[in-house]
T-cell receptor, first 113, second 115 residues
Framework: AQSVTQLDSQVPVFEEAPVELRCNYSSSVSVYLFWYVQYPNQGLQLLLKYLSGSTLVKGINGFEAEFNKSQTSFHLRKPSVHISDTAEYFCAVSEGSASKIIFGSGTRLSIRP | NAGVMQNPRHLVRRRGQEARLRCSPMKGHSHVYWYRQLPEEGLKFMVYLQKENIIDESGMPKERFSAEFPKEGPSILRIQQVVRGDSAAYFC?????????????FGQGTRLTVV
């Protein structure tokens, strides 16, 4: 069965600094990988997804992630964060069609001015 | 094209009552997922449905919880005889047919409070 581990529950960074949110997954088959963002009292919004092809995926709001099959990782990065990036970020994995999407426990990104 | 609509946004129930949470998927979507989010925790998968079929209910508690996605109308998550521990945010997501779960669109959630 697939699972997702987000190693950091909270990540504080200064505004305009780079950030990396870590995500590792486990699965016995090929996977689809996702990053979602959740603002307070809101639903989840898709940031980016990896289905196949290029391992570097670019998403909205300047975020990108790199799929590393050998390390079973899908870390999220942004070169320069903004106050508006303050939110909870969830990594998720699916084993393909007709398979559930499993979420990690989330990483709270807090931006300091 | 309206997004995934969940109602009510907030629901208060007394212990022992029934809670019915509704989810209208995006137009043209035939896959629905339900998740539960406890305070300060991530999303826990509950159930995955297609029209008139339950595909995966491995995350559903064995008792008191049920879900359906009829041919017509919204998907319903029903919790019978609610207890304090059922207090949580319940999120629904939908995805289109043929693409399976290559992208799931989320609703705003229903926040259930059991008093």
């Amino acid at each position: 069965a697939q699972s997702v581990t987000q190693l950091d529950s909270q990540v504080p960074v200064f505004e305009e600094a780079p950030v990396e949110l870590r995500c590792n997954y486990s699965s016995s088959v090929s996977v689809y990988l996702f990053w979602y963002v959740q603002y307070p009292n809101q639903g989840l919004q898709l940031l980016l997804k990896y289905l196949s092809g290029s391992t570097l995926v670019k998403g909205i709001n300047g975020f990108e992630a790199e799929f590393n099959k050998s390390q079973t990782s899908f870390h999220l990065r942004k070169p320069s964060v903004h106050i508006s990036d303050t939110a909870e970020y969830f990594c998720a994995v699916s084993e393909g069609s007709a398979s559930k999407i499993i979420f990690g426990s989330g990483t709270r990104l807090s931006i300091r001015p | 094209n309206a997004g995934v609509m969940q109602n009510p946004r907030h629901l208060v129930r007394r212990r022992g009552q029934e809670a019915r949470l509704r989810c209208s998927p995006m137009k043209g979507h035939s896959h629905v997922y339900w998740y539960r989010q406890l305070p300060e925790e991530g999303l826990k998968f509950m159930v995955y449905l297609q029209k008139e079929n339950i595909i995966d209910e491995s995350g559903m508690p064995k008792e008191r919880f049920s879900a359906e996605f009829p041919k017509e109308g919204p998907s319903i998550l029903r919790i019978q005889q609610v207890v304090r521990g059922d207090s949580a945010a319940y999120f629904c997501a939908s995805s289109p047919p043929l693409q399976g779960n290559t992208e799931a669109f989320f609703g705003q959630g229903t926040r259930l409070t059991v008093v």
